[in-house]
């Protein structure tokens, strides 16, 4: 897929996706698959935790879906309640997400489904946000009214796609992920800041994208997993 048509592809819709959303609420059927998907994921957890709601976040929750785009399903959880000591109960709920999320691949109507425990007190900026638990938003999205330039965001993708693939070039010939490190660190940050300045519709947030659905972000990751993995193999 070329990348014009790669960023058009990640321009808004009119509606919310059929394949969830009637009239905006949340058919029946999709809410009870996703309780049952969370309970598994609690019951997996192995700790008592008090659960403080069930949540679907990101794109499928907006106007914003694509045919990359997966559900994100947030247990929020009283992490208090399991010790005091937070950030160790953060390591924890993150070490079990992951096992979990690399063990599992689950899909409704052929839509990837995430998980994520997600501490109550944590802040966490979503223009859609719905509660599976109460069936109802909590944030309720707006379409979206802004123009996207796709001529620009094309130029600055190719650009960052240039500046990838230097990074794993050089990393692979000094055999160091610091440059991968790096690459991915810029990428975090330019999306972060276009998601706060401007949502989701920033050149940086569909940049970063459109360089996901191409590949480029997991190719960063095997390559620097596979350096670490030769580095200590080697004596």
Excluded: C
């Excluded at 970063?208 to 193999?233: E, M, P």
């Amino acid at each position: 897929m070329n990348i014009k048509k790669t960023i058009k592809s990640h321009l808004p819709h009119d509606k919310l996706s059929s394949k969830i959303w009637e009239k905006e609420k949340m058919l029946p059927a999709f809410r009870e698959a996703l309780l049952k998907i969370a309970k598994e994921f609690i019951e997996y957890i192995g700790v008592p935790i008090d659960i403080v709601d069930i949540t679907m976040t990101g794109s499928y929750a907006n106007y914003n879906y694509t045919v990359f785009s997966d559900i994100d399903l947030h247990v929020i959880v009283d992490m208090d309640s399991v010790n005091k000591d937070t950030d160790l109960v953060e390591e924890f709920f993150n070490a079990k997400r992951s096992f979990w999320n690399d063990r599992h691949d689950i899909t409704l109507k052929g839509i990837e489904v995430e998980l994520y425990p997600q501490d109550a007190d944590e802040e966490h900026n979503s223009s859609g946000v719905y509660s599976i638990y109460d069936d109802l938003w909590v944030t309720k999205p707006k379409k979206f009214k802004d123009k996207v330039d796709i001529d620009k965001i094309e130029k600055g993708a190719v650009k960052t796609i240039k500046e990838i693939n230097v990074a794993i070039k050089n990393s692979i010939k000094s055999m160091d992920e610091k440059p991968i490190s790096k690459m991915l660190k810029k990428l975090k940050k330019m999306r972060s800041s276009g998601l706060e300045r401007s949502g989701e519709l920033s050149n940086e947030n569909i940049t970063y994208k459109v360089i996901r659905a191409q590949g480029f972000l997991q190719k960063l990751f095997d390559t620097k997993y596979n350096i670490a993995d030769t580095n200590l193999s080697s004596l």
